[in-house]
């Protein structure tokens, strides 16, 4: 166990969204969260279709950037814990301080093309100063099955340090087509770009003092390896205007992603390629799961308009890391609201709710990669500086449900996240 888990991480969403995908590569998204029925250049991801009712002909673009802080704690009860009620507290910190996006579309007549780049997946990493649970009680019980007596920090020491990363960079191309006064189509395809990897160490030794095991090593790894993987995703959408109702639909095919590893140092107490998952050459499943999201705004006033949307990821059908995917209850459940009012000609403020619902699994989860329930807010502003230039701003808040893992007899974790995103975009129209 502590060899096959020490250094396996996978990666997880920067933002909102699934495991491995972040929904929100618009600033807009940020401040009112339910884009799904927008009729906006930020649809060319969250509703391609919807381009075909933009309200006049031309070239539309979009610049954004986004800054994420996260930290993730576990709050661990272990037997031999010599602390009071046989508690630690561990926290991680993980930082996105710019992610980029990129949109553009260009219409005329029933046509428009539309593209964008963005980073669709991961783009953080997190590091635990203070260790993981899981090595200090794997480290105690080894110390005390030998010397039968209690474990008290002063008998080890665990020394670890490893840069971790990994981001999908997503190059977005698609045509929407307006058949009729009513009805938009859309259809394209994402080309994802995977890169990380992992370069640390680790080691745990007895201090002296402790009969029979004085200065032994109990265990000593070495990682230096980095990983690269691509895969395709095919996007097809629909939205049918109504009035004043607004209803978009897409829906992201399931991207079949494998990863490979380039290793330079692979070592478990000194043995060479002892990690099974970070040998040179290896391949790793890392599939972004399909992505069915269904809108409906409506226009309450001229100048008040508010969505409710849905999203559904695929996760169980998506191959994950050591097949992690069969030990989900269900896949992701979104539920996102968000309102926008004009409240003059040169401003318009938003805000939205997000609730999102994993099927984790006690299996599933672990000090290294964990996931917890959550809702978010968001709220901001849209500032229409001339005609053609509108700067958006935002902020994003995410509150976690803490998950409980009964690790063993006496044994539990108790998982817990935060997480603030700030926005600030410009969007400009010849």
């Known amino acids: 166990m502590f060899i096959g888990t020490a250094l396996l991480m996978v990666s997880i969403s920067t933002f909102a969204g699934g495991y491995l995908t972040n929904t929100n590569q618009h600033v807009s998204f940020l401040r009112m969260l339910a884009r799904g029925a927008s009729i906006d250049i930020d649809g060319v991801y969250s509703n391609p279709a919807g381009l075909s009712f933009l309200p006049e002909d031309g070239l539309y673009l979009s610049l954004n950037g986004q800054s994420a802080y996260q930290t993730r704690t576990i709050d661990a009860t272990f037997p031999l814990f010599p602390e009071e009620g046989n508690r630690r507290y561990y926290e991680g910190k993980a930082s996105a301080p710019f992610i980029p996006s990129f949109q553009g579309a260009y219409k005329k007549g029933p046509w428009t093309v539309s593209g964008s780049f963005a980073v669709v997946g991961g783009g953080g990493k997190a590091s635990f100063d203070n260790g993981l649970p899981m090595f200090d009680s794997m480290v105690m019980s080894t ?28 190059v977005q191309l698609g045509v929407t087509y307006r ?66 109702w607004n209803i978009g639909l897409k829906y992201e095919f399931m991207t079949n992603l494998n990863i490979e590893n380039k290793t330079r ?4 107490n000194g043995q060479e390629d002892a990690l099974e998952d970070y040998k040179d050459g290896v391949n790793t499943p890392n599939d972004i799961p399909a992505l069915l999201s269904a809108a409906v705004g409506y226009e309450i006033l001229p100048s008040l308009r508010a969505s409710v949307e849905y999203h559904h990821f695929f996760d169980k059908a998506a191959g994950m890391a050591g097949g992690k995917e069969k030990y989900l209850d269900h896949g992701t459940h979104e539920f996102l609201v968000g309102a926008e009012w004009d409240v003059m000609k040169y401003l318009t403020v938003s805000g939205g709710y997000q609730l999102t619902n ?43 449900t803490d998950y409980t893992k009964q690790v063993a007899e006496g044994a539990q974790n108790v998982y817990g996240r935060t997480n603030k995103v700030f926005g600030l975009g410009i969007d400009y129209k010849f």
């Not at 690269?228 to 939205?239: N, Y």
């Open 265 to 268: 140092k692979n070592t478990v």
């Open 358 to 400: 994993y099927g984790q699994t006690d299996q599933f989860q672990s000090d290294t990669s964990f996931s917890c329930d959550s809702y978010s807010l968001g709220f901001g502003a849209a500032v229409h500086m001339t005609k053609h230039l509108t700067l958006n701003v935002a902020y994003f808040w995410t509150n976690y």
């Open 143 to 170: 110390i005390a099955t030998a010397t039968s007596g209690m474990v008290t920090p002063e008998m080890y020491t665990i020394n670890s340090a490893m840069d971790g990363s990994q981001f999908i960079y997503g």
């Open 179 to 244: 058949v009729n006064d009513w009805l938009g189509v859309f259809a394209g395809g994402r080309m994802n770009y995977f890169t990380g990897g992992y370069e640390g160490f680790l080691t745990a030794t007895v201090r002296d003092g402790v009969p029979g095991l004085a200065g032994q090593e109990l265990a000593s790894i070495e990682l230096d390896c980095d990983q690269t993987g691509w895969g395709l995703t095919p996007i097809l959408g629909a939205d049918v205007k109504l009035g004043k």
